[in-house]
C-alpha cells in the first residue's frame, strides 16, 4: 500500500516519507499495537489480547511506548505472547 501511495503522490502519504525507499520485505505482515493509558493491575488488557485470533498468517507485536518516546524502533517492538506474560 506504501509503494502504491509513494509512487501515485497521494497527499495521504507524508512529505517526509515520499522519497523514502522500501529495501526489504518480510514474508509476514507486522501488526503493531500501541497501547496508552492501560492499568497494569488491571487484568482485561491481559484477557482481551489472549482471545485475539491465531497468528497464522501475522506477526503481532506491542510497541512499548513508554520505552519508545515519541517514536516507535524496532527495538522497542516485543512479541505479543512476550508481553502478555508481563502483564501477568
Known amino acids: 500500500m506504501f509503494e502504491t501511495k509513494r509512487r501515485l503522490g497521494l497527499p495521504s502519504l507524508p512529505k517526509r516519507m515520499r522519497d523514502l525507499e522500501i529495501k ?25 489480547l489472549k482471545a485475539l485470533p491465531p497468528r497464522e498468517r501475522a506477526d503481532y507485536r506491542i510497541a512499548k511506548v513508554s520505552y519508545a518516546g515519541y517514536a516507535l524502533f524496532a527495538d522497542n517492538l516485543i512479541p505479543l505472547d512476550d508481553f502478555i506474560a508481563q502483564l501477568t
Not at 505482515?29 to 491481559?46: C, K, R
Request: net charge positive; no cysteine; glycine share 4%.
Open 24 to 48: 526489504k520485505l518480510t514474508g509476514r505482515p507486522e501488526v503493531i499495537f500501541v497501547i496508552a493509558n492501560h492499568q497494569p493491575s488491571s487484568t482485561i488488557l491481559a484477557r482481551e
